[in-house]
């Protein structure tokens, strides 16, 4: 949080925060992800929030200029508490959120649900106001807790519910009965507890499943999907086509952009890419060696 504001504050018109972004979606695309959801929620107040969430505006307008994949802001206020709850949870709800949607539109309100961050309470309100604003809804919910927020959650019609690695198995059946994408995060298992989501049993029962880098720096530094791919073969029980879907056409839809890219047909982008190998389940049989030699972006190569 403490270099996120540095970074806005050691130039001009957010160029520091455009340097880093730039700098890390890059290593992402060069691994072959071209449509890349990006969240504030480390600034964590007024103006550092509303600079992140410009900064991937802006990223957003020039990759659309030219073409080369898409960035998707995510509103991530809720991701933990600075300060005292009542104020900061307020002041995120009835403050924070009208203005992001009165500049940015009604994009998807993200929240971490968890022991030391936001409360089943303080999200359940938070959600209400995102939806009066028309914001899609997104929650990082049972990561190490099962707190109940889940069965809210879906009853609200999240957009997707991630993380899941303490959810019961009931709470999964729930989550596949529901029209809610279970978003898997194995990095954080990786780096972290050793702790997977119960992918088999999501979609044995009929859940959709999609999977991600969650990269960031205190769980998940992973930029690499090919790597989280092998992860969700080998600890979250998907196949190895279960969890290349799941990193394409499942992961667009969560972001609104199947029609556009995810999977390889007339009128997409032509999103692809060259592998070192004739098998495409290398992505998921090795440990991210299949890793991309060209990666296309509907005008060229990077």
């Known amino acids: 949080?403490?270099?996120?504001?540095?970074?806005?504050?050691?130039?001009?018109?957010r160029e520091g925060l455009l340097r880093i972004l730039s700098a890390r979606t890059n290593e992402m695309r060069r691994r072959g992800s071209l449509a890349i959801e990006v969240k504030s929620g480390y600034g964590l107040d007024r103006t550092t929030e509303l600079e992140m969430l410009r900064a991937i505006r802006a990223h957003e307008s020039n990759a659309?200029?030219?073409?080369?994949?898409?960035?998707?802001?995510?509103?991530?206020?809720?991701?933990?508490?600075?300060?005292?709850?009542t104020a900061y949870c307020t002041r995120v709800i009835e403050e924070l959120l009208p203005e992001v949607v009165a500049e940015f539109g009604p994009i998807a309100c993200d929240a971490y649900c968890e022991k030391g961050a936001w409360s089943p309470a303080w999200t359940k309100k938070l959600f209400e106001r995102a939806q009066s604003l028309g914001c899609p809804l997104r929650v990082h919910v049972?990561?190490?807790?099962?707190?109940?927020f889940l069965e809210t959650a879906l009853e609200m019609g999240a957009r997707s519910v991630d993380h899941l690695e303490a959810t019961s198995r009931e709470g999964l059946k729930r989550v596949a009965r529901s029209q809610s994408t279970a978003v898997l995060l194995p990095g954080c298992g990786l780096s972290l507890d050793g702790r997977y989501a119960n992918g088999r049993h999501l979609i044995d029962e009929g859940a959709a499943v999609a999977i991600a880098t969650n990269c960031n720096p205190g769980s998940s530094p992973i930029v690499s999907m090919p790597l989280v791919i092998a992860l969700a073969a080998r600890f979250c029980g998907l196949t190895h086509a279960e969890a290349i879907t799941a990193a394409t056409y499942n992961a667009a839809c969560v972001l609104g952009l199947e029609n556009e890219t995810g999977s390889i047909e007339v009128g997409k982008r032509a999103h692809l890419v060259m592998l070192p190998t004739r098998d495409e389940r290398a992505l998921a049989y090795e440990w991210a060696t299949a890793e991309p030699e060209e990666v296309y972006a509907g005008h060229g190569y990077l």
């Open 142 to 148: 049972d990561q190490f807790n099962e707190l109940g």
């Open 1 to 13: 949080m403490r270099a996120t504001r540095e970074a806005f504050a050691t130039g001009p018109h």
């Open 64 to 85: 659309a200029r030219d073409g080369d994949g898409f960035f998707v802001p995510t509103f991530l206020g809720a991701h933990a508490i600075d300060g005292d709850e």
